[in-house]
């Protein structure tokens, strides 16, 4: 069965830093692009960040940009996301998400592996 599995989340202070890690199970991801998307309460789910299978394009939401840090382990089939100055308006569930097309993976055409989801946290 493939899957790909969050791990990392929980309860922060504005202003801590927090990392998740994705690892792939059940087949290779190292040809797919992968990254990370979050849902709000009550909000649609958003895409934060991605990088390709190359290494070399990433993408990152206007809202995270220069706080957050994707990278990954292709040999590992793994993907982390670094987040520092964490705000409240950041808790959310964080996926994981892997797709073959690399344009497709920021947008709502994405299609390929969805993870569970892992629960952030940033109270006071």
């Known amino acids: 069965q493939v899957q790909l599995v969050e791990s990392g989340g929980g309860w922060v202070q504005p202003g801590s830093s927090l990392r998740l890690s994705c690892v792939g199970i059940?087949?290779?991801?190292?040809?797919?692009?992968m990254g990370w998307w979050r849902q709000a309460p009550g909000k649609e789910r958003e895409f934060v960040a991605s990088?390709?299978?190359?290494?070399?394009?990433?993408q990152y939401s206007d809202s995270v940009k220069g706080r957050f840090v994707i990278s990954r382990d292709r040999s590992a089939n793994t993907v982390d996301l670094q987040m520092n100055s964490l705000r409240p308006e950041d808790t959310a569930v964080y996926y994981c998400?892997?797709?073959?097309?690399?344009?497709?993976?920021?947008?709502?055409?994405?299609?390929?592996?969805w993870g569970q989801g892992t629960q952030v946290t940033v109270s006071s």
């Open positions: 998400a892997a797709d073959p097309i690399d344009v497709r993976i920021s947008t709502s055409q994405m299609k390929g592996y």
């Open positions: 990088l390709d299978f190359r290494g070399t394009n990433y």
């Open positions: 059940g087949r290779s991801f190292e040809y797919f692009s």
